[in-house]
DNA sequence: CACTATGTAGACCGATCTGTCTATCTCGGG
DNA sequence: CCCGAGATAGACAGATCGGTCTACATAGTG
């Protein structure tokens, strides 16, 4: 089975992501995301049976693409302290990434602040934000004890998502690094 | 002189107030927000020009209803520490105001994610955020060397939009009062 | 070859959006 | 008492929205 498998699906869903992010879920129409995707709008609904669907994929792909993010960074890392600031790296390639077409910050907090307060989708991106506080805990239970670990996480988790809201309103990452060192410093006094 | 003046504006601003932070700026519609303010279409467009200007009173009004909760939170502190923890008491007494009907973050934040990377609008974010570090910094040089002054006012800016934004996604206050107590045994071992 | 998957172009639908306009009403001040 | 400012309800316009439908093209597989 050599199938090269639906492009369509993939065009639209990386088309999608660009004007999600860069104009915002609900400022972005249909007819802008299959123009961008140079596609028919019946391939959208023959892959999507929604733009709700395509947002809650949208969403998903951006959680995955973090945890890649993170993962890269990982594989140079020998020391919990090193994993630690690898969360703040992987913040910064996002950034980085996005900062030549408009850094607007972090997309799923982006994405979250159009979702009314009920919404099952703010709850993902809270379980998002609460996997990236627990990694940074799995590390530093082994630098503390669990208690200072607890308190701790929640200070860099403070840390990462204050710099990265400053640095998306100010369009320039300076901020992420920034949060990087006090991290480092605060880290290393463990 | 005995004008009451026009309290139409001043029903459509705080209906749009509640509408836009509650559901979004984009997802509120003109006619929910004379629905909501009990007025007709034209009394809007005779008090703005446009939804744009009304959103733009919007934020201006956020900006200065947090200034409002800062400045009454001022009136009963003596020392620098206690006028640096006041800036967290604001966050979390506009965080308890918007408990009750939906909690979403911040206003300001969350109105900035619809707005494209160059608008104007965002340049305002940036600087109302910019003020609030800036009042940080103020209390601190009091406590503290210009330098470290500026890296702690940086440093508690970061535990303030940090807090926010989990607070946010959770739906509950409980995150800003822990930064609250970092941010006071930060200050105190200065 | 023929079959089936998938994709394309674009007309079309009903709903909703921002914004305009008109005609009427209410009420405080000279 | 009367006038004018501001408020009202609601019809209306033009654009855009998400989503459906049809008819046709293309390409890989048996």
Same mark, same amino acid.
């Given at each position: 089975?050599?199938?090269?498998?639906?492009?369509?699906? @993939?065009?639209?869903?990386?088309?999608?992501? #660009?004007?999600?992010?860069?104009?915002?879920?609900?400022?972005?129409? /249909?007819?802008?995301? /299959?123009?961008?995707?140079?596609?028919?709008?019946?391939?959208?609904?023959?892959?999507?049976?929604?733009? @709700? !669907? =395509?947002?809650?994929?949208?969403?998903?792909?951006? *959680?995955?693409?973090?945890?890649? =993010?993170?993962?890269?960074?990982?594989? #140079?890392?020998?020391?919990?302290?090193?994993? /630690? =600031?690898?969360?703040?790296?992987?913040?910064? @390639?996002?950034? !980085?990434?996005?900062?030549?077409?408009?850094?607007?910050?972090?997309?799923?907090?982006?994405?979250?602040? !159009?979702? &009314?307060?009920?919404? &099952?989708?703010?709850?993902?991106?809270?379980?998002?934000?609460?996997?990236?506080?627990?990694?940074? #805990?799995?590390?530093?239970?082994?630098?503390?004890? &669990?208690?200072?670990?607890?308190?701790?996480?929640? *200070?860099?988790?403070? =840390?990462?998502?204050?710099?990265?809201?400053?640095?998306?309103?100010?369009?320039? &990452?300076? #901020?992420?690094? *920034?949060?990087?060192?006090?991290?480092?410093?605060?880290?290393?006094?463990?």
């Amino acid at each position: 089975m050599t199938t090269i498998r639906t492009p369509a699906r @993939d065009k639209l869903l990386s088309a999608a992501s #660009r004007l999600f992010y860069d104009h915002g879920i609900s400022a972005t129409g /249909i007819d802008a995301i /299959i123009a961008e995707a140079g596609v028919a709008k019946m391939s959208l609904y023959n892959n999507f049976s929604s733009k @709700d !669907e =395509l947002v809650s994929t949208y969403i998903q792909a951006r *959680h995955e693409e973090w945890l890649q =993010l993170y993962a890269i960074r990982l594989e #140079r890392c020998e020391t919990p302290v090193d994993r /630690i =600031l690898a969360v703040f790296d992987a913040y910064i @390639d996002h950034a !980085e990434f996005a900062y030549d077409h408009g850094f607007r910050g972090c997309g799923l907090l982006n994405a979250a602040a !159009e979702l &009314p307060a009920g919404a &099952p989708g703010r709850a993902t991106m809270a379980r998002h934000k609460a996997q990236v506080e627990g990694i940074l #805990r799995d590390e530093l239970v082994q630098l503390t004890s &669990p208690d200072c670990a607890d308190v701790t996480a929640e *200070h860099l988790s403070f =840390l990462l998502e204050g710099a990265m809201s400053r640095a998306g309103l100010e369009g320039q &990452p300076d #901020r992420l690094h *920034h949060a990087r060192s006090l991290a480092e410093s605060l880290v290393k006094t463990l």
